[in-house]
């Protein structure tokens, strides 16, 4: 007799997922759901750029489709797009860059998955500053993989310690894992200290990765490139993408430059399951990144205004602050003078006044004080956003006194 239900059975990697013990889009959620319902909600909890894409780009995009590019692609990704990534490359690093070094992937989180999977196995460990992009924690989970965590230094803009990078590699450690410039802090790691860690790792046998999505939103000072900094290419692999620099994160386009035989480890496993991605995004990478000059500049400028507006503000209001980062497009907002931790804060914010962040926990067990504010949105949403944050404070200074 067949049985009366399917008993479901799921792998051993799922039970990573099953519990989110820091609920970090909760909030975020809720608040997608009350704005979904008509609600006037201030969505400050997500890095999804409200700048349009490049009317050019799309229009571009439109010639493509009608030119039937709409078939299987390489790969390794278009050879038009892995030529124009590496010229970019080869002038931010003062270096030759050799097309087939490069691989095309659905996007940054794809290919960072896709590197991690060919260079660790189940219970190997990879080093990780905190706080982290809220996204690589899932990626660990599936590919079983643990992390060493380096917390970064808030007192000083959030800088990156070398010596605690060291110190926190094991004998089960495979990798270490950068993010320049970085989210949520926006911290940037300067030359000497990439120099310094890819030949560390390297004499000590490790991978040295590095995610620089962020790498054309910084402000007072311009992004260095671990291709530039390091000495040997050999243990190194870049990421990036045009998600957040060009305002097309649905485009799911990002990219991988390494050694050439790293890049046909990259190439199988990407082969075997992804398959290639788009024809014509792969088009609209392309010319996005040769028509890109003006709109960057302008680009950068939008975001420095948000930042300085909303820094500017943070500093004002009693019991609230953040280091002004130095690129990206969020800020990390220590509320510990609120009496609450991250996640109290935002709740209560979102359920009392309608503003959406993301609590800090997400980005690491020693970020529990703070919460995440997206750049996203113009001075124009951000300026009540932030007079309805006052007077939550205010409530909350007042309750203290009770």
């Known amino acids: 007799m067949p049985a009366e239900h399917f008993a479901a059975r799921f792998s051993h990697r799922m039970r990573a997922f099953a519990d989110d013990e820091d609920g970090v889009w909760a909030v975020h959620d809720t608040a997608c759901e009350r704005h979904a319902k008509g609600e006037n909600i201030y969505l400050l909890s997500i890095g999804d750029p409200d700048l349009p894409t490049l009317p050019s780009t799309i229009e571009a995009t439109i010639d ?6 709409t078939h299987y692609a390489p790969g390794r990704g278009e050879l038009r797009l892995r030529r124009v990534i590496a010229d970019i490359e080869a002038r931010a690093s003062g270096r030759a860059c050799d097309p ?15 590197t991690l999977a060919c260079i660790t196995d189940p219970g190997d460990a990879v080093v990780v500053a905190e706080p982290m992009y809220v996204g690589y924690d899932g990626i660990f ?7 060493s965590v380096v917390p970064l ?15 926190a590699v094991t004998s089960d450690t495979r990798a270490v894992l950068l993010n320049t410039p970085g989210n949520p802090a926006g911290n940037m790691i300067d030359a000497e200290t990439l120099s310094s860690l890819a030949s560390w790792c390297r004499d000590n046998g490790l991978w040295l990765v590095c995610d620089e999505v962020y790498s054309m939103i910084t402000f007072e000072r311009r992004h260095v490139s671990l291709r530039r900094a390091a000495a040997a290419l050999d243990n190194v692999v870049v990421i990036d993408s045009l998600s957040k620099s060009h305002a097309m994160t649905g485009w799911r386009l990002g990219w991988t430059v390494s050694s050439l035989d790293m890049a046909e480890r990259l190439l199988d496993f990407t082969s075997a399951t992804v398959f290639g991605c788009c024809q014509f995004v792969q088009d609209a990478a392309a010319f996005a990144l040769t028509n890109d000059e003006a709109y960057i500049a302008d680009v950068r400028d939008e975001y420095r205004k948000r930042r300085d507006y909303l820094c500017g503000r943070i500093d004002a209001v009693e019991g609230l602050s953040c280091v002004t980062p ?3 497009m969020f800020v990390m907002m220590d509320v510990s ?3 609450r931790d991250g996640a109290m804060f935002a709740r209560e914010l979102l359920d009392r006044h309608d503003i959406s962040v993301l609590p800090g926990a997400g980005f690491g067990p020693g970020c529990g004080q703070f919460v995440r504010v997206s750049l996203c949105q113009p001075v124009e949403v951000l300026a009540p956003a932030l ?6 404070m205010n409530e909350c200074r ?5």
Not at 100 to 114: R, S, V
Not at 398 to 402: E, G, S
Request: proline share 3%.
């Open 64 to 69: 493509s489709l009608r030119d039937g590019r």
């Open 387 to 392: 007079d309805r944050m006052e007077r939550y």
């Open 337 to 339: 003078g609120s009496g």
């Open 326 to 328: 130095e690129a990206g």
């Open 153 to 167: 230094d808030a007192q000083a803009g959030f800088r990156l310690d070398p010596e605690a990078v060291k110190a």
């Open 398 to 402: 007042r309750a203290k006194k009770r």
């Open 141 to 147: 989970k599936a590919l079983g993989i643990a992390k």
């Open 100 to 114: 087939d070094e490069i691989i095309i992937f659905p996007g940054a989180t794809n290919a960072i998955y896709t």
